[in-house]
Protein backbone atom coordinates (compact mmCIF):
# COMPACT_ATOMS: atom_id res chain seq x y z
CA UNK A 1 0.00 0.00 0.00
CA UNK A 2 2.83 2.60 1.20
CA UNK A 3 4.49 1.33 -2.73
CA UNK A 4 1.25 2.26 -4.59
CA UNK A 5 0.91 5.73 -2.38
CA UNK A 6 4.76 6.59 -3.04
CA UNK A 7 4.20 5.98 -7.40
CA UNK A 8 0.93 8.03 -7.25
CA UNK A 9 2.53 11.15 -5.50
CA UNK A 10 5.48 10.26 -8.12
CA UNK A 11 2.70 10.30 -11.17
CA UNK A 12 1.04 13.61 -9.58
CA UNK A 13 4.57 15.17 -9.07
CA UNK A 14 5.79 14.54 -12.59
CA UNK A 15 2.22 15.56 -13.82
CA UNK A 16 2.81 18.84 -12.01
CA UNK A 17 6.17 19.68 -13.55
CA UNK A 18 5.20 18.62 -16.79
CA UNK A 19 1.32 20.15 -17.88
CA UNK A 20 2.27 24.21 -16.96
CA UNK A 21 5.72 23.84 -18.80
CA UNK A 22 3.31 22.68 -21.85
CA UNK A 23 0.74 24.89 -21.14
CA UNK A 24 2.88 28.06 -20.71
CA UNK A 25 4.13 28.68 -24.35
CA UNK A 26 1.33 29.19 -26.75
CA UNK A 27 0.90 30.01 -30.53
CA UNK A 28 -1.03 32.97 -30.86
CA UNK A 29 -0.96 33.26 -34.01
CA UNK A 30 0.43 31.75 -37.28
CA UNK A 31 0.73 32.91 -41.14
CA UNK A 32 2.29 31.54 -44.54
CA UNK A 33 2.09 32.26 -47.35
CA UNK A 34 4.86 30.84 -50.13
CA UNK A 35 7.40 34.20 -49.88
CA UNK A 36 7.84 34.47 -45.56
CA UNK A 37 6.22 32.41 -42.62
CA UNK A 38 5.68 34.45 -39.06
CA UNK A 39 4.54 32.96 -35.55
CA UNK A 40 3.62 35.05 -32.51
CA UNK A 41 4.31 33.21 -29.32
CA UNK A 42 3.28 33.77 -25.34
CA UNK A 43 4.99 32.84 -22.92
CA UNK A 44 3.71 32.87 -18.93
CA UNK A 45 7.02 31.74 -17.97
CA UNK A 46 10.72 32.00 -18.92
CA UNK A 47 11.81 29.97 -21.91
CA UNK A 48 14.37 29.28 -24.56
CA UNK A 49 14.12 27.32 -27.79
CA UNK A 50 13.08 27.26 -31.07
CA UNK A 51 10.59 27.47 -34.19
CA UNK A 52 10.48 24.71 -36.30
CA UNK A 53 8.90 25.99 -39.94
CA UNK A 54 8.30 23.41 -42.25
CA UNK A 55 6.47 23.69 -45.46
CA UNK A 56 4.81 20.81 -46.55
CA UNK A 57 2.92 19.32 -49.87
CA UNK A 58 0.75 16.77 -48.67
CA UNK A 59 2.97 14.80 -45.97
CA UNK A 60 6.47 15.92 -47.31
CA UNK A 61 8.23 18.27 -46.13
CA UNK A 62 9.55 20.74 -49.23
CA UNK A 63 11.24 22.46 -47.24
CA UNK A 64 12.14 23.29 -43.22
CA UNK A 65 14.03 26.42 -41.45
CA UNK A 66 14.80 27.27 -38.04
CA UNK A 67 14.26 30.83 -35.38
CA UNK A 68 16.00 30.38 -32.21
CA UNK A 69 13.65 32.95 -29.65
CA UNK A 70 14.06 33.65 -25.98
CA UNK A 71 10.86 34.76 -24.46
CA UNK A 72 10.37 36.66 -20.89
CA UNK A 73 7.30 35.82 -18.79
CA UNK A 74 4.40 37.62 -19.85
CA UNK A 75 6.81 38.37 -23.08
CA UNK A 76 4.85 38.23 -26.57
CA UNK A 77 7.42 37.90 -29.61
CA UNK A 78 7.22 37.48 -33.41
CA UNK A 79 9.60 35.03 -35.37
CA UNK A 80 9.99 36.00 -39.21
CA UNK A 81 11.38 33.24 -41.35
CA UNK A 82 11.51 33.57 -45.06
CA UNK A 83 10.87 30.89 -47.46
CA UNK A 84 13.46 29.74 -50.30
CA UNK A 85 12.46 26.75 -52.43
CA UNK A 86 10.51 27.88 -55.70
CA UNK A 87 6.49 26.75 -55.37
CA UNK A 88 5.21 23.94 -58.06
CA UNK A 89 2.06 23.47 -57.29
CA UNK A 90 -1.34 25.78 -56.19
CA UNK A 91 -1.60 24.58 -52.45
CA UNK A 92 0.48 23.66 -49.54
CA UNK A 93 0.41 23.26 -45.74
CA UNK A 94 3.10 25.31 -43.59
CA UNK A 95 3.59 24.10 -39.97
CA UNK A 96 5.02 25.52 -37.23
CA UNK A 97 6.17 23.68 -34.29
CA UNK A 98 8.23 25.05 -31.01
CA UNK A 99 10.48 23.05 -28.88
CA UNK A 100 12.39 24.17 -25.85
CA UNK A 101 15.33 22.27 -26.03
CA UNK A 102 14.09 18.84 -27.64
CA UNK A 103 10.46 18.81 -26.69
CA UNK A 104 7.68 20.10 -28.26
CA UNK A 105 5.78 22.53 -26.63
CA UNK A 106 2.76 23.43 -29.43
CA UNK A 107 2.49 22.95 -33.04
CA UNK A 108 -0.10 25.06 -35.28
CA UNK A 109 -0.85 24.50 -39.60
CA UNK A 110 -1.60 27.13 -41.80
CA UNK A 111 -2.74 26.48 -45.58
CA UNK A 112 -0.77 27.98 -48.04
CA UNK A 113 -1.86 28.94 -52.11
CA UNK A 114 -0.01 30.08 -54.90
CA UNK A 115 -0.34 30.76 -58.02
CA UNK A 116 -3.85 32.05 -59.36
CA UNK A 117 -5.34 30.92 -56.66
CA UNK A 118 -3.99 33.50 -54.27
CA UNK A 119 -3.29 36.33 -57.27
CA UNK A 120 -3.86 39.79 -55.70
CA UNK A 121 -5.80 42.24 -57.27
CA UNK A 122 -2.52 44.11 -58.27
CA UNK A 123 0.97 44.26 -59.38
CA UNK A 124 3.86 45.15 -57.50
CA UNK A 125 5.65 47.46 -59.99
CA UNK A 126 8.73 48.52 -57.44
CA UNK A 127 9.69 47.63 -54.12
CA UNK A 128 12.83 49.61 -53.01
CA UNK A 129 14.42 49.97 -49.52
CA UNK A 130 17.34 51.81 -49.11
CA UNK A 131 18.97 53.75 -46.27
CA UNK A 132 16.59 56.11 -45.65
CA UNK A 133 13.80 54.40 -46.11
CA UNK A 134 11.32 52.14 -48.76
CA UNK A 135 9.18 52.54 -51.73
CA UNK A 136 6.32 50.39 -52.71
CA UNK A 137 4.97 51.24 -56.03
CA UNK A 138 1.34 48.98 -56.40
CA UNK A 139 -0.41 48.79 -59.93
CA UNK A 140 -3.73 47.79 -59.89
CA UNK A 141 -5.52 45.39 -62.60
CA UNK A 142 -8.90 45.71 -60.07
CA UNK A 143 -9.86 48.63 -58.14
CA UNK A 144 -9.60 47.19 -54.23
CA UNK A 145 -8.75 48.51 -50.81
CA UNK A 146 -5.75 47.58 -48.78
CA UNK A 147 -3.52 47.84 -46.02
CA UNK A 148 -0.26 47.93 -46.38
CA UNK A 149 2.32 46.99 -43.48
CA UNK A 150 5.80 47.45 -43.70
CA UNK A 151 8.14 45.62 -41.48
CA UNK A 152 12.26 46.23 -41.18
CA UNK A 153 13.80 42.46 -40.20
CA UNK A 154 16.71 42.09 -38.13
CA UNK A 155 17.37 37.91 -39.20
CA UNK A 156 14.20 36.82 -37.57
CA UNK A 157 13.21 39.57 -35.76
CA UNK A 158 11.28 42.61 -36.57
CA UNK A 159 12.50 45.97 -35.43
CA UNK A 160 10.25 48.36 -36.91
CA UNK A 161 6.69 48.38 -38.32
CA UNK A 162 4.55 51.12 -40.08
CA UNK A 163 0.90 50.38 -41.27
CA UNK A 164 -1.11 52.42 -43.69
CA UNK A 165 -4.73 51.86 -43.61
CA UNK A 166 -7.92 51.84 -46.05
CA UNK A 167 -5.13 51.83 -49.00
CA UNK A 168 -7.61 52.85 -52.50
CA UNK A 169 -6.34 51.25 -55.45
CA UNK A 170 -8.23 52.66 -58.43
CA UNK A 171 -4.86 54.08 -60.00
CA UNK A 172 -0.90 53.39 -59.27
CA UNK A 173 -0.64 54.05 -55.32
CA UNK A 174 3.29 54.79 -54.32
CA UNK A 175 3.95 54.60 -50.51
CA UNK A 176 7.30 55.64 -49.23
CA UNK A 177 8.31 55.69 -45.79
CA UNK A 178 11.59 56.85 -44.17
CA UNK A 179 12.99 54.92 -41.05
CA UNK A 180 13.18 56.90 -37.64
CA UNK A 181 16.16 55.08 -36.29
CA UNK A 182 19.81 54.78 -37.25
CA UNK A 183 21.13 51.98 -39.26
CA UNK A 184 23.97 49.98 -38.41
CA UNK A 185 27.13 50.52 -41.15
CA UNK A 186 27.71 47.32 -43.26
CA UNK A 187 24.70 45.94 -41.96
CA UNK A 188 22.21 43.67 -44.28
CA UNK A 189 18.75 44.01 -43.67
CA UNK A 190 15.32 42.79 -45.10
CA UNK A 191 11.89 44.56 -45.58
CA UNK A 192 8.93 42.88 -45.89
CA UNK A 193 5.58 44.17 -47.25
CA UNK A 194 2.69 42.59 -46.16
CA UNK A 195 -0.37 43.76 -47.70
CA UNK A 196 -4.17 42.90 -46.89
CA UNK A 197 -6.49 42.74 -49.70
CA UNK A 198 -9.91 43.57 -48.08
CA UNK A 199 -12.99 41.30 -49.69
CA UNK A 200 -16.33 41.12 -49.25
CA UNK A 201 -17.20 37.88 -48.54
CA UNK A 202 -14.11 36.22 -47.60
CA UNK A 203 -11.32 36.85 -45.02
CA UNK A 204 -8.56 39.24 -46.43
CA UNK A 205 -6.06 37.66 -48.85
CA UNK A 206 -2.56 38.44 -47.85
CA UNK A 207 0.34 38.31 -49.69
CA UNK A 208 4.33 39.33 -48.49
CA UNK A 209 6.76 40.50 -50.42
CA UNK A 210 10.74 41.03 -49.87
CA UNK A 211 13.57 43.14 -50.58
CA UNK A 212 17.29 43.06 -48.93
CA UNK A 213 19.31 46.01 -49.25
CA UNK A 214 22.97 46.70 -46.86
CA UNK A 215 23.38 49.82 -45.23
CA UNK A 216 26.07 52.43 -45.34
CA UNK A 217 26.69 56.15 -45.27
CA UNK A 218 25.36 58.12 -48.32
CA UNK A 219 26.03 61.64 -49.03
CA UNK A 220 25.55 64.17 -51.98
CA UNK A 221 26.80 67.45 -53.60
CA UNK A 222 24.66 69.60 -53.91
CA UNK A 223 25.52 70.91 -57.33
CA UNK A 224 23.43 74.02 -57.59
CA UNK A 225 25.00 75.10 -54.45
CA UNK A 226 28.62 74.57 -55.04
CA UNK A 227 30.98 77.54 -55.48
CA UNK A 228 34.70 77.70 -56.80
CA UNK A 229 36.64 81.41 -57.65
CA UNK A 230 39.39 82.54 -57.21
CA UNK A 231 39.23 82.71 -53.63
CA UNK A 232 38.23 79.29 -52.42
CA UNK A 233 35.64 76.66 -52.60
CA UNK A 234 32.28 75.22 -51.25
CA UNK A 235 30.24 73.02 -51.30
CA UNK A 236 26.63 71.85 -49.43
CA UNK A 237 26.27 68.30 -48.78
CA UNK A 238 23.06 66.94 -47.56
CA UNK A 239 22.45 63.42 -45.79
CA UNK A 240 20.91 60.52 -47.53
CA UNK A 241 20.98 57.69 -44.82
CA UNK A 242 20.13 56.93 -41.34
CA UNK A 243 23.95 55.54 -41.42
CA UNK A 244 25.83 58.86 -39.81
CA UNK A 245 27.94 60.35 -42.05
CA UNK A 246 31.06 61.88 -40.34
CA UNK A 247 33.77 63.08 -42.86
CA UNK A 248 35.60 65.57 -44.60
CA UNK A 249 35.59 67.57 -48.50
CA UNK A 250 38.75 66.74 -50.26
CA UNK A 251 39.09 69.39 -53.08
CA UNK A 252 42.42 69.61 -55.65
CA UNK A 253 43.59 71.71 -57.70
CA UNK A 254 45.51 70.82 -60.98
CA UNK A 255 47.12 73.41 -63.29
CA UNK A 256 46.52 72.15 -66.74
CA UNK A 257 49.50 74.37 -67.62
CA UNK A 258 52.21 72.72 -65.15
CA UNK A 259 50.26 69.63 -64.17
CA UNK A 260 51.22 70.78 -60.54
CA UNK A 261 48.13 69.27 -57.80
CA UNK A 262 47.59 71.37 -55.07
CA UNK A 263 45.23 69.63 -52.35
CA UNK A 264 43.06 70.36 -49.45
CA UNK A 265 41.01 68.35 -46.46
CA UNK A 266 38.15 70.31 -44.64
CA UNK A 267 36.17 68.17 -42.31
CA UNK A 268 32.55 68.93 -42.31
CA UNK A 269 31.49 70.01 -39.12
CA UNK A 270 27.98 68.64 -38.59
CA UNK A 271 26.97 64.81 -38.57
CA UNK A 272 24.52 64.06 -41.40
CA UNK A 273 21.44 61.87 -41.88
CA UNK A 274 19.01 61.89 -44.20
CA UNK A 275 17.68 64.78 -45.04
CA UNK A 276 20.28 67.33 -42.79
CA UNK A 277 22.53 69.68 -44.72
CA UNK A 278 25.93 71.03 -44.06
CA UNK A 279 28.25 73.52 -45.71
CA UNK A 280 31.95 73.30 -45.81
CA UNK A 281 34.94 74.96 -47.72
CA UNK A 282 38.57 75.97 -48.28
CA UNK A 283 40.37 78.82 -49.02
CA UNK A 284 43.30 78.82 -51.51
CA UNK A 285 47.10 79.34 -49.97
CA UNK A 286 49.00 80.88 -52.58
CA UNK A 287 47.30 79.36 -55.87
CA UNK A 288 48.99 81.12 -58.88
CA UNK A 289 47.24 82.41 -61.33
CA UNK A 290 46.11 79.64 -64.47
CA UNK A 291 43.42 77.41 -65.50
CA UNK A 292 42.91 74.89 -62.78
CA UNK A 293 40.57 71.60 -62.86
CA UNK A 294 39.00 71.30 -59.41
CA UNK A 295 37.54 68.18 -58.10
CA UNK A 296 35.99 68.47 -54.71
CA UNK A 297 35.22 64.91 -53.11
CA UNK A 298 32.65 64.17 -50.47
CA UNK A 299 34.70 61.45 -48.01
CA UNK A 300 34.03 59.14 -45.25
CA UNK A 301 35.97 58.06 -42.90
CA UNK A 302 37.16 55.37 -44.45
CA UNK A 303 38.38 57.71 -46.45
CA UNK A 304 35.85 56.41 -49.78
CA UNK A 305 34.55 58.95 -51.71
CA UNK A 306 31.03 59.20 -51.65
CA UNK A 307 30.01 61.88 -53.84
CA UNK A 308 32.25 63.64 -56.24
CA UNK A 309 31.80 67.67 -58.28
CA UNK A 310 34.17 68.74 -60.80
CA UNK A 311 34.67 72.02 -62.52
CA UNK A 312 37.28 74.46 -64.15
CA UNK A 313 38.39 77.54 -62.57
CA UNK A 314 40.61 80.54 -63.83
CA UNK A 315 42.80 82.87 -61.51
CA UNK A 316 43.41 85.62 -63.57
CA UNK A 317 46.87 87.81 -62.84
CA UNK A 318 44.99 90.22 -60.99
CA UNK A 319 43.62 87.70 -58.03
CA UNK A 320 47.60 87.31 -57.61
CA UNK A 321 48.71 90.99 -56.98
CA UNK A 322 50.06 92.07 -53.50
CA UNK A 323 47.61 91.70 -50.25
CA UNK A 324 48.56 95.01 -49.02
CA UNK A 325 44.63 96.38 -48.08
CA UNK A 326 43.12 98.68 -50.65
CA UNK A 327 42.72 102.31 -49.76
CA UNK A 328 38.52 102.01 -49.54
CA UNK A 329 38.98 98.70 -47.23
CA UNK A 330 35.15 96.93 -46.27
CA UNK A 331 34.57 97.93 -42.72
CA UNK A 332 35.02 95.60 -39.96
CA UNK A 333 38.36 94.39 -42.25
CA UNK A 334 40.24 97.37 -41.88
CA UNK A 335 44.38 96.40 -41.09
CA UNK A 336 44.02 92.61 -42.19
CA UNK A 337 45.82 90.85 -45.06
CA UNK A 338 43.75 90.30 -47.94
CA UNK A 339 44.02 86.60 -47.69
CA UNK A 340 42.82 86.72 -43.80
CA UNK A 341 39.81 88.73 -44.98
CA UNK A 342 38.60 86.40 -48.13
CA UNK A 343 38.89 83.73 -45.44
CA UNK A 344 36.59 85.97 -43.33
CA UNK A 345 34.15 86.04 -46.06
CA UNK A 346 34.42 82.52 -47.01
CA UNK A 347 33.88 81.39 -43.69
CA UNK A 348 30.05 83.86 -43.64
CA UNK A 349 29.06 82.21 -46.57
CA UNK A 350 29.50 78.60 -45.09
CA UNK A 351 27.68 80.09 -42.15
CA UNK A 352 24.83 81.19 -44.20
CA UNK A 353 24.12 78.39 -46.48
CA UNK A 354 24.33 76.15 -43.71
CA UNK A 355 21.86 78.37 -41.94
CA UNK A 356 19.41 78.37 -45.39
CA UNK A 357 19.56 74.25 -45.20
CA UNK A 358 18.96 73.71 -41.40
Not at 16 to 36: G, K, Q, Y
Not at 263 to 276: A, H, N, P, Y
Given at each position: MNRLLAYA???????????????????????????????????????EGKAVFELM????????????????????????????EKPR??????????????????????????????????????????????????????????????????????IYTETKEAVSLTANAEIRMDWPFL?????????????????LYAPDLINTYVASFTANDEIEILQDDAEVDEYGASVTLRGKSQVPFDGAIDVSARNRAT?????????????????????AGVVWNGLSPGTYDVSILAVNKENIALDKYETVLRIPEAAAVSETPAANSTPGLTGLTGFAAIAIIVVAMAAMRRKRGG
Open positions: IGIACTLAFVMPASANLEIVDFFSDFTSSEVTIKSSQNHYGEKVVESREAHFKASAGEQITKVILWQHDYYKARVSLYNDTRLHANKTYEVSYGTVAMPSFHVVDFSPSNSGVQLLLRPFNPSAVDIKIELLDNNDILTDGKEYTTRAKIFTHRNEIVKFRQQVEDILVSGKEDT
